[in-house]
């Protein structure tokens, strides 16, 4: 078996099971090959950057593929993965997803968003009342469950940041950091 090691773009999950976190998922390599990553997977969204290894397998049904031990999810690493981010945030649309980027740049909106979502939002043209308060929840709930899965993917257990989140809240990641074998 040869290993594999290599950063990838998924294209899209041809098949998932939350509860296991198993998924089969179709991805290209940043010279463009496609190829096919099965294993704990399911953290993992359409369009998303991520870190892979593990091993080539020639599956005799499916073919070539790779068995994946760890798959890290990387930042948005251009302006259209940046959109596709900030889009899933509560009443931030592509019209201010392209505000926020323009406003900050691509390169300091995430960072400009985490030191003060409200603010930023409200700059995104989001009225300072309930719609932004609502936005900057939105936004601290998907950071949370990006940086838990952060935290859970090199040990294949990304697919349990939902559970986790659900059950401990904002401060979710701190408690996976700070006491991992109290969950």
């Known amino acids: ?21 198993w998924a089969v998922i179709e991805a290209v390599e940043d010279d ?13 969204e359409e369009r998303e950057r991520a870190h892979v290894t593990g091993n080539w ?22 302006v259209e993965s ?4 900030l889009v899933r945030v509560k009443h ?30 409200v700059t995104a043209g989001l009225s300072s009342g309930a719609r932004a308060k609502e936005a900057t929840a939105s936004w601290e709930k998907l950071r949370v469950t990006r940086r838990l899965h952060m935290l859970l993917a090199p ?5 349990l940041a939902g559970r986790i989140h659900a059950e401990y809240g904002p401060s979710a990641h701190r408690v996976v950091s700070e006491r991992p074998y109290e969950l």
Do not use: C
Request: hydrophobic residues 40%; neutral net charge.
């Open 1 to 21: 078996m040869t290993t594999f090691d290599a950063e990838v773009t998924v294209r899209r999950t041809r098949f998932a099971k939350p509860e296991t976190g």
């Open 32 to 44: 463009g090959k496609p190829l096919v990553l099965v294993g704990p997977l399911v953290h993992l």
């Open 92 to 121: 931030v649309g592509p019209k201010r997803a392209e505000r926020l980027i323009e406003t900050y740049g691509a390169e300091a909106v995430l960072d400009a968003i985490d030191q003060d979502p409200h603010r930023a939002f």
């Open 82 to 85: 940046l959109k596709l981010l």
């Open 155 to 159: 040990h294949g257990l990304a697919y």
């Open 57 to 78: 397998v020639d599956d005799p049904r499916f073919g070539p593929q790779v068995k994946v031990s760890e798959a890290r999810p990387l930042p948005p690493s251009d």
